[in-house]
């Protein structure tokens, strides 16, 4: 009797222990399997990367640029028509948000060297916007600049390529 209370006992424990491997074991796959979500989710792409997936979107070329937190927002125009294009930061996925027909004006500065005008002023600095604004008859780019705790606002003309208008503020201004 007192063996078989013991193989009983003995049984039991080893029962009760290989449920409890089993469960730690399928908690640290969930546990990591959920850092690798978690991992996946917080990945951001440059603005490069998100910029060829927006032109893949909508053939043209990028005539402005913008981000915010969750993504990156494109102004691509396409001969008469502007569309905008929405690029997720997280996961790439692209998304024609809005087609405008707009016909061009002299426009001889692309994006490219209005970022490189900007950069030379503002050196090392993030562009956060680069919009083209042609809707008064004269064609300039808008452009923001932050640096350190500084916001620049710089205006520049889309024919010449000569700043307009540059300011300086703390960002919390």
Same mark, same amino acid.
């Given at each position: 009797?007192?063996? &078989?209370?013991?193989? %009983?006992?003995? /049984? +039991?424990?080893? +029962?009760?222990? +290989?449920?409890?491997?089993?469960?730690?074991?399928?908690?640290?796959?969930?546990?990591? +399997?959920?850092?690798? &979500? @978690? !991992?996946?989710? %917080? %990945?951001?792409?440059? /603005?490069?990367?998100?910029?060829?997936?927006?032109?893949?979107?909508?053939?043209?070329?990028?005539?402005?640029? *913008?981000?915010?937190?969750?993504?990156?927002?494109?102004? =691509?125009?396409?001969?008469?028509?502007?569309?905008? @294009?929405?690029?997720?930061?997280?996961?790439?996925?692209?998304? %024609?948000?809005?087609?405008?027909?707009?016909? &061009?004006?002299?426009?001889? @500065?692309?994006?490219?060297?209005?970022?490189?005008?900007?950069?030379?002023?503002?050196?090392?600095? *993030? =562009? /956060?916007?680069?919009?083209?604004?042609?809707?008064?008859?004269?064609?300039?780019?808008? @452009?923001?600049? /932050?640096?350190?705790?500084?916001?620049?606002?710089?205006?520049?003309?889309? !024919?010449?390529?000569?700043?307009?208008?540059?300011?300086?503020?703390?960002?919390?201004?």
């Amino acid at each position: 009797m007192k063996k &078989a209370l013991i193989v %009983t006992a003995l /049984v +039991g424990t080893l +029962g009760v222990s +290989g449920i409890i491997g089993y469960a730690a074991s399928n908690a640290s796959q969930l546990t990591t +399997g959920v850092k690798s &979500a @978690v !991992t996946a989710q %917080t %990945t951001t792409m440059t /603005v490069d990367e998100a910029q060829k997936i927006a032109l893949q979107k909508v053939k043209g070329s990028i005539i402005s640029s *913008e981000q915010d937190d969750d993504d990156y927002e494109f102004d =691509i125009r396409d001969g008469d028509y502007v569309y905008e @294009v929405e690029v997720k930061k997280n996961n790439g996925n692209a998304t %024609t948000v809005e087609k405008d027909y707009k016909p &061009a004006h002299d426009v001889t @500065v692309s994006e490219e060297q209005a970022r490189e005008i900007a950069l030379k002023k503002v050196p090392d600095g *993030e =562009i /956060v916007k680069l919009e083209l604004d042609d809707d008064d008859g004269q064609s300039r780019y808008d @452009v923001e600049i /932050v640096k350190h705790d500084y916001e620049h606002e710089l205006e520049i003309d889309a !024919t010449t390529g000569k700043i307009l208008e540059y300011e300086r503020d703390t960002q919390d201004e």
